[in-house]
């Protein structure tokens, strides 16, 4: 990082560029003309519209533009969580993508619905390519005819250079979000953008300090204008990419890109973009070694992604063996196909502490017995994934989206736009939520219940219905004595990787999701762990909402986030919580949900604990685990940034599958993260 590339990010993080934008005018979402014209047309001419509102900015220092000036549109619902097919989009340019959709528009003239779309296509395609223009007259005027030189020729045509692929890769991206879309990826990085790299430093155009330059000031930009991108908090906006792993040919995929993306996102320390790094056996340990160094930064990545359990679990679930060699992320873990897939990864969590607490209530109140309170568990969850799949069925209205369409893999070859049956798959994804919570209370009640009778059916029934008031000692035996997910302790791990079993037989047992897909069952929670236990003011809790529950765990406390050990219990270490986790049957829970661990931040201390650190990474692969999150933190700076938010504005925090500001977070966010374990190693 040198003095300009410091400005760029000083000046990003204060959003001083906000001072230019403008709203845009509510006429346009009104306009007659807009609301006149057929689906795509009707959001390719909005597009073109927001387009022809922006104005080119080009501030001091940068050699790699495109920032906001108009202020969001509504969001319309179209493609999201999903990447486009980069490599592609890359290669063939916007122009070689118009010539595709106007032969289509030849070939299938008499397809109302294919020429109505091409013609929507084309439309976003010219309305990227004059705001292209604008930049680069913008870039004259300034006095950059290098500038204006690259955008001449890029998003229009192949780049020639890795600069031109970073430049082109920002603008292409960043019109996706002016389309009317959200959340979007930003695919395997360093495998396409490493034929550009790679031809640049062998032909001595470009070294790798220059290379890492221009790379510092693409991050940067990322984080310009995440204030505009819709999530459920800020920093929730799906700028993840991934790195390494297998090629499509079954090829070790680690590069040199793979290692300056690391080194680059160190320096860079900004929530965005969200880094993953997918691991196998053979993974060295100096780029273990190296992604330790990152996460010790605080940024909360990268996740990491075991190859070797992920790649057969795409395959087990129909996808081709290319592109499950092929997968990414989509917004925070969920695991996608680049540029060929609308799979919408998380349409809902099972709540499995709701699944048990009511399982636990009825069937202590019928005097049943624990197999029966185990049937009225798996019926629950059953009913939970059926409900939410048969909403989706009902009430789901997917908008086209023709200038995402553009950058996806076949759409403008079969004249479909992506959610009109324009890609290969279209499968959903269900996540499984607070498995420790729920796998904790069926234990608890099976020990102090049914197995040495130490707690009273009625007694525990009246804990729970009082929320613990006058029984603290019956909570305190469900806390501390109960046996828990985490420990590896068969007696609370087998209910847990029970409950994802009848997970995954729910969802199995849909053969079609109303889209022609599949449904997969993840082991995630995102936004969930809030949500589940929220009770809103003045109105009755939400389904499938868990009132306090037989862990010990009093009603309105949060549920653990993804695959972790219930908030606040006693566990070994995180070696135990490896173990616990790696006897899941990942191979039936393909959507992805990290096994997250807290580390604090003394165990990053010198090159011993890093190596730590990476041995734990290459334990989380040996134990066939399916995903990783480990973040660096220390609970005594979160707590005094609670109280003075104005000396800590650059502090980041993973929230769930992303990372973001702590001082901007709503508070029972800051609460959870400040509860979770921590572990030394």
């Known amino acids: 990082m ?13 959003r001083t560029h906000k001072k230019f934008r403008h709203d845009i005018p509510k006429s346009l979402v009104e306009d007659a003309e807009i609301k006149s014209l057929a689906g795509p047309l009707q959001l390719s001419r909005c597009m073109k519209r927001v387009l022809e509102m922006e104005k080119p900015l080009i501030l001091p220092d940068e050699r790699i533009v495109f920032t906001r000036t108009a202020k969001p549109l509504p969001y319309c619902a ?29 070939r299938m003239k008499d397809d109302k619905e294919a020429v109505e779309f091409s013609n929507a296509a084309i439309e976003t395609i010219d309305a990227v390519l004059d705001l292209a223009k604008r930049y680069a007259k913008e870039a004259r005027k300034k006095g950059k005819g290098k500038l204006a030189k690259i955008l001449d020729w890029v998003p229009a045509h192949q780049p020639r250079n890795f600069h031109e692929a970073l430049q082109s890769l920002k603008f292409l991206h960043g019109c996706i979000w002016l389309s009317g879309s959200m959340h979007v990826g930003l695919g395997r990085f360093d495998q396409y953008m490493w034929p550009y790299y ?27 204008d995440t204030d505009l991108y819709p999530g459920v908090q800020i920093g929730d906006n799906g700028q993840s990419m991934m790195l390494g792993g297998m090629t499509r040919d079954g090829q070790d995929g680690v590069n040199d890109l793979t290692w300056m993306v690391i080194r680059v996102s160190q320096a860079v320390n900004m929530i965005d973009p969200k880094v993953n790094l997918r691991v196998n056996k053979n993974t060295s340990l100096e780029l273990l070694k190296e992604a330790a160094k990152l996460t010790r930064c605080g940024l909360g990545f990268p996740q990491y992604a075991n190859d070797e359990v992920e790649i057969p679990a795409l395959a087990a679930h129909g996808y081709d063996i290319e592109d499950a060699r092929d997968y990414t992320v989509a917004a925070c873990w969920e695991f996608i196909i680049p540029g060929r897939a609308m799979d919408v990864p998380n349409i809902a969590a099972c709540s499995f502490p709701s699944a048990a607490d009511k399982a636990i209530r009825a069937g202590l109140k019928e005097h049943e017995s624990f197999d029966q309170i185990m049937e009225r568990t798996r019926v629950n969850i059953k009913n939970q994934v059926d409900n939410y799949v048969d909403g989706m069925k009902k009430n789901s209205k997917w908008s086209p989206s023709p200038y995402y369409s553009v950058l996806l893999n076949g759409c403008l070859e079969k004249g479909r736009d992506v959610n009109r ?14 498995a420790a919570n729920g796998a904790d209370a069926l234990a608890a009640v099976r020990k102090f219940v049914f197995e040495d009778k130490s707690i009273k059916a009625d007694d525990l029934l009246e804990a729970l219905e ?31 990787t029970q409950l994802f079993d009848w997970f995954s037989d729910a969802c199995e047992a849909i053969k079609d999701n109303g889209r022609g897909g599949i449904v997969r069952p993840g082991t995630g929670t995102a936004m969930y762990y809030v949500w589940l236990v929220r009770k809103p003011e003045g109105a009755p809790p939400p389904e499938p909402y868990v009132a306090a529950s037989a862990d010990g765990r009093k009603e309105g406390e949060f549920i653990s986030s993804s695959l972790a050990p219930s908030p606040g219990i006693k566990v070994r270490g995180p070696i135990s919580v490896l173990q616990s986790f790696s006897k899941i ?43 990783l999150q480990l973040n660096a933190l220390n609970v005594e700076t979160l707590k005094d940034a609670k109280k003075h938010p104005e000396k800590y504005k650059n502090l980041v925090v993973r929230v769930w599958g992303w990372s973001g500001y702590f001082v901007e977070l709503d508070q029972e966010y800051q609460d959870h993260i400040i509860t979770r374990n921590m572990y030394a190693i």
């Open 2 to 14: 040198n003095a300009r590339l410091e400005k760029l990010k000083q000046r990003a993080r204060k």
């Open 78 to 106: 179209g493609a999201g969580n999903i990447c486009g097919d980069w490599p592609m989009a890359l290669d063939q340019g916007l122009l070689k993508r118009r010539e595709v959709a106007l032969a289509t528009r030849q």
């Open 198 to 224: 790679k031809e640049d430093i062998d032909s001595g155009k470009l070294n790798k300090k220059k290379a890492e330059e221009l790379m510092a000031e693409f991050f940067i930009s990322l984080n310009k």
């Open 421 to 434: 049956g324009g890609v290969k798959y279209y499968n959903y994804g269900i996540h499984g939520a607070g």
């Open 466 to 496: 009082s929320n613990y008031e006058n029984d603290g000692v019956i909570r305190k035996k469900l806390h501390e004595q109960g046996p828990k997910v985490g420990n590896n302790d068969d007696t609370a791990d087998k209910l847990m």
């Open 585 to 627: 049957d990942y191979h039936r829970v393909c959507n992805g949900g990290p096994i997250t661990m807290e580390l604090s931040d003394t165990v990053f201390r010198n090159e011993e604990s890093l190596e730590k650190v990476a041995m734990l990474i290459r334990t989380f692969v040996q134990l066939g685990c399916q995903q």
